[in-house]
């Protein structure tokens, strides 16, 4: 969740700035691109566990903030939660279908590194 070469494997283009905010590349379809900022509020890791709270910047839109929770989920594997708090009312429908598309990248990518038990 933190790592930009990891994050890059399956969501989009990731790099750490110079400010310490994590610079995220968004290309549309159409080839228009933007980039979105991303700062660590808090990140807690324990053994096959994880918490992580991300404020979430898109310029010209209010700040809102990423939850992501991960963890042993049993015999299943692997689960996943991500909560997207007070995003800008105007994106909500952006949103809810990017970060189904990048969950669904995720599920591809853990199942081609061999950690198709993961449920995100």
Known sequence: MTV???V????TPCRLAPDGRYSL????DSGESYVKYAT????????????YRFLLQDEGY??????VRAG?????GSALLLRH???PPEL???YATGWADYLDALRRHLAAAGRAGSRV
């Open 4 to 6: 930009p070469e990891s």
């Open 8 to 11: 890059s494997a399956w969501f």
């Open 25 to 28: 590349r968004f290309t549309e």
């Open 40 to 51: 660590v509020l808090g990140c807690h890791r324990s053994a096959g566990a994880g918490e």
């Open 62 to 67: 209010r700040d809102s903030t990423v939850e």
């Open 72 to 76: 042993a989920d049993g015999e299943a």
């Open 85 to 87: 708090l007070h995003p």
């Open 92 to 94: 909500i429908d952006g």
